[in-house]
């Protein structure tokens, strides 16, 4: 898979040269391009922002170097690409399953109060947003959006299960894990994970994935809940 950055603080993104994704980018089952949008400004100064017209605090994003960078990074426009933004579209596991059947995806990082609207209108072609609340650039949404989208590519993890089974993979949060020792701090691993009965087992993780959405996220368990009442009617 082909990811693509555009920012002005491009050492930021050396944290993706080590762990799983470091791992991933030296078998090149990952190839991450990180480009300075400096370099494409045309003030003698690389100046990439000035004050906004209708005043307001804080600076803007000049369109010009934003432009170039995107053109000359994806030349064919052959990249889906994407400005990391609070007003976007919230990510989720829908979301991150979607962007990883993409070729490639360009994420365009900006900063300060934000980018001149007339770069989205141009050149953007979705805005996706990691949350409710604001940071001080899209560096660290854009670097939660890689590590997301790149544990669904072929041979990232080492194993399918890894995403089959985990958190929001079939709408619930996940069950509890344990591993050795069997008993910790006077705590024992539940004595049904311990009888290699594989349906009980699977009983008692679903169990516990619906009783832990029910309390931290009953939005997820509502919507659990109706979608199994529905299927359960299709099938009758």
């Avoid at 000035?50 to 000359?72: C, E, K, R, S, W």
């Amino acid at each position: 898979m082909k990811i693509k950055v555009a920012t002005i603080f491009p050492e930021m993104f050396d944290v993706l040269d080590v762990g799983i994704l470091g791992k991933a980018k030296q078998k090149g089952l990952l190839d991450v391009e990180v480009v300075n949008i400096r370099d494409y400004s045309t003030d003698k100064h690389k100046k990439t922002d000035d004050a906004p017209f209708g005043g307001g605090a804080g600076m803007v994003m000049t369109p010009q170097p934003l432009h170039d960078t995107i053109n000359a990074m994806d030349k064919d426009h052959s990249a889906r690409r994407i400005y990391l933004s609070p007003r976007g579209k919230t990510l989720d596991q829908k979301m991150v399953e979607r962007l990883a059947r993409e070729e490639e995806i360009m994420l365009v990082c900006g900063s300060y109060e934000g980018i001149d609207e007339r770069i989205i209108a141009l050149d953007i072609d979705e805005e996706i947003s990691i949350g409710d609340y604001v940071l001080t650039g899209g560096e660290l949404p854009a670097m939660i959006l890689i590590n997301a989208v790149s544990r669904y590519v072929d041979g990232v993890l080492g194993s399918s299960e890894s995403t089959s089974e985990e958190s929001f993979s079939n709408g619930l949060l996940e069950y509890p894990q344990y591993t050795r020792p069997q008993e910790f701090e006077g705590m024992s691993v539940p004595q049904v994970l311990l009888g290699g009965n594989h349906k009980q087992i699977e009983d008692w993780r679903l169990a516990q994935s619906l009783d832990i959405t029910r309390q931290r996220r009953p939005d997820l368990y509502d919507e659990y809940i109706k979608k199994t009442q529905i299927n359960n009617g299709k099938e009758k």
